[in-house]
């Protein structure tokens, strides 16, 4: 066996498991009453903003296409380089370790040509409606943009090999914010030829870092960790809304004690059952990376819903958004209570009850904030 025939082995298997976990979520009754009739919609809608007419189109002139650069953004900030690592590998990694190096070059190719087909894609979808500039500006753009996404899954891979800590997330939200703006003026200001050279620079920088990495083997566990997350995604999006299904828990190795945990003693003086329950939520809820990821998608979704609709649509994204974030906090706050070790305790209490609604709205208020800071800051733009 050789590193081509193990990379190949492990995307079928990949797929077939992501399939699986798709069949078991659509059945044909979903699929015949739900499935077929939204991509009939779908279709029939981009028919019509084709010819000019629609709810898409008068959607997209109400915002003046500016959802096209959102959906851009959003892209940037998804995807990773898989490595389709697994544990048993370690043991094979002295005897066979060019054939695991092999594997990791193969699944870098495989990333990025997954990126390419994500823009390749959407290039396709929108050029349609793309008149206000050329083929060539928007085949730069395009360049540039799949130049700037490989070079965030290039320095993402540092990202996982290193402990995750509060300074560090500000840096990374600093660096792209920082990135991000230094991007929309070379889009709005810089000529297309020098736009695509840049585009290719980073793609050179991503690609060249990336295949340096391939060959380091230091940070293994914490590889194999980012793939396993990276298998049980869909698994994750799709038992997200349900309160009985759950998905494996993959054990992050570098996670670090939360900032709350060492300070605990200082904010709950007085040891009841209400701040007890208060305690564990939200000492289980910053550990664990999959509540974070859930709230986060859904709050960045959500604003950059805001930031690009007309007046009466934010107005709505804001009403939309309450309403499900509360629920969702609802569900993980009932899953955190379900451990094991909660079992005989109980949650008809008075107590149980306020911890609850004093959780859910903590959480909940400062997201619903930070939503009307974002609406207010795009109410000054239009």
């Not at 997200?240 to 605990?264: F, H, T």
């Not at 309403?323 to 969702?328: E, K």
Request: proline share 2%.
């Amino acid at each position: 066996m050789n590193g081509r025939t193990l990379f190949f082995r492990r995307l079928f298997d990949y797929y077939r498991y992501q399939f699986k976990v798709f069949h078991a979520v659509i059945d044909w009754t979903v699929a015949l009453y739900i499935v077929l009739p939204a991509l009939a919609f779908v279709i029939y809608q981009y028919i019509d903003l084709m010819n000019g007419r629609g709810l898409f189109y008068k959607w997209s002139e109400m915002m003046e296409w500016r959802w096209l650069y959102a959906v851009c953004v959003l892209i940037v900030c998804t995807g990773s380089i898989h490595t389709f690592l697994m544990e048993a590998d370690k043991v094979f990694l002295l005897q066979k370790k060019e054939i695991i190096y092999q594997l990791k070059q193969y699944a870098l190719m495989y990333s990025f040509l997954v990126t390419l087909a994500k823009w390749l894609l959407l290039f396709f979808i929108v050029l349609p409606f793309i008149s206000h500039i050329t083929l060539a500006e928007s085949t730069a753009l395009l360049c540039y943009l799949f130049g700037l996404h490989t070079t965030f899954l290039a320095l993402k891979q540092d990202r996982i090999r290193k402990p995750r800590s509060i300074s560090r997330r500000i840096a990374e939200i600093l660096f792209r914010a920082v990135l991000f703006s230094g991007s929309a003026v070379l889009i709005v200001f810089t000529e297309w030829r020098l736009l695509a050279l840049i585009g290719i620079l980073f793609l050179i920088f991503a690609f060249v870092r990336g295949w340096k990495k391939t060959a380091l083997f230091s940070a293994f566990e914490a590889e194999v960790t980012e793939e396993k997350k990276s298998r049980l995604a869909l698994a994750g999006l799709v038992m997200m809304m349900s309160q009985e299904a759950g998905i494996p828990k993959v054990k992050d190795r570098l996670r670090r004690k939360p900032l709350l945990y060492r300070n605990s003693k200082r904010i709950f003086k007085r040891r009841t059952i209400l701040t007890g329950y208060k305690e564990l939520f939200f000492k289980v809820t910053l550990r664990n990376g999959e509540y974070a990821r859930q709230m986060y998608m859904l709050l960045s979704a959500f604003t950059v819903l805001i930031f690009v609709s007309p007046i009466w649509l934010k107005l709505i994204a804001l009403l939309v958004y309450t309403g499900v974030c509360r629920y969702i906090l609802t569900l993980i706050f009932d899953k955190v209570m379900d451990a094991p070790f909660l079992i005989g305790a109980d949650k008809e209490s008075d107590e149980y009850y306020r911890a609850r609604k004093s959780c859910i709205n903590t959480l909940h208020y400062a997201f619903a904030a930070f939503c009307f800071v974002a609406a207010a800051v795009s109410l000054l733009f239009t």
